[in-house]
């Protein structure tokens, strides 16, 4: 009887650890679908993408990112062992700094990051107003960019950063009512479609056209790039862009690619966006 009753004891807990281990695995799978679907795409390496697949995939992206012809035939002239490493490498880490935010392309709904610093003018540059707020990667970028400045004599000021979506339906009400749309839709985003809501964007100096002609802003379309900021909207590009020139906005990339930007596509943020954009979601 003693043995029957140790025999039971043992079946039962052979299969209470069994179910255990069942619901652990399947919690687990549970969690990494989960971890895989709020993932970034991942980027293609060398080693799994052969030529001909690279080939149809560049041109395909090439394609619907409307990349210039000149341009296209650049990237399709340097190669895959040269051009691939370098795009994963401008594509890697934070995909938000790569994140292609647009007219037609919005952030998650709610999106608000979570690494937001406050700006003051304890730094090397200035704030032109109180309670001005960057993701910390920018606020140190922006830092190590206004210390060059500053050693050459030029104080960099920033007027306007992050934006809520909130905030930012307040601004285009405002700029639709004082402008009207077609003007509104030129110079302002959508509430969910600016790039201020990423806590990247920064706005220098007046915010207005003049800006472009002080030494700040001479400075900045220099020297920017060399510190992981990029002109969002250049001058001539507005069909592209889908707003006027802005000589005034510039976001934080990261040196990797702003550098790329510059190398592959002249320095035009918009365009080496889309192909990212396009390339990830091929």
Known sequence: ????????????????????????????????????????PATVTLTS?????????????LLEAEIPHAMGDRIRSAGKAVFLPELEAAAAGDPFLSRLVDKQH????????????????????????????????????????????RAEGITLTAS????????????????????????????????????????????????????AQTAAGRWIAANGPKYGWVISFPDGYEQLTGYRWESWHYRYMGMPL???????FDGIQQYA????????NY
């Not at 003693?2 to 255990?20: E, K, P, Q, Y």
């Not at 993408?49 to 992206?61: G, I, M, N, Q, V």
């Not at 966006?273 to 990830?280: D, S, V, Y």
Request: charged share 25%.
């Open 49 to 61: 993408l052969d030529t001909d697949s690279y080939d149809k995939r560049l041109e395909d992206a």
């Open 160 to 211: 306007s950063a992050y934006r809520s979506y909130d905030y930012q339906a307040e601004v285009y009400a405002r700029n639709v009512r004082e402008s009207g749309q077609k003007t509104a839709d030129r110079e302002s985003s959508r509430p969910g479609y600016s790039q201020h809501q990423l806590g990247l964007a920064v706005d220098f100096g007046s915010i207005t056209d003049a800006f």
């Open 1 to 40: 009887m003693t043995m029957f009753i140790h025999l039971r004891h043992l079946v039962f807990t052979v299969l209470a650890a069994s179910l255990a281990a069942l619901c652990s695995c399947q919690r687990e799978a549970g969690r990494t679908a989960a971890d895989t679907a709020a993932a970034p």
């Open 258 to 264: 702003a550098v790329f930007i510059e190398k592959w």
């Open 106 to 149: 919005a952030l998650p709904d709610g999106y608000e990051p979570d690494d937001l610093v406050t700006l003051d003018n304890s730094g090397s540059y200035r704030v032109g107003r109180a309670g001005l707020r960057l993701r910390h990667p920018a606020a140190e970028a922006l830092e190590r960019m206004a210390e060059a400045a």
């Open 273 to 280: 966006l889309q192909f990212i954009h396009a390339w990830r």
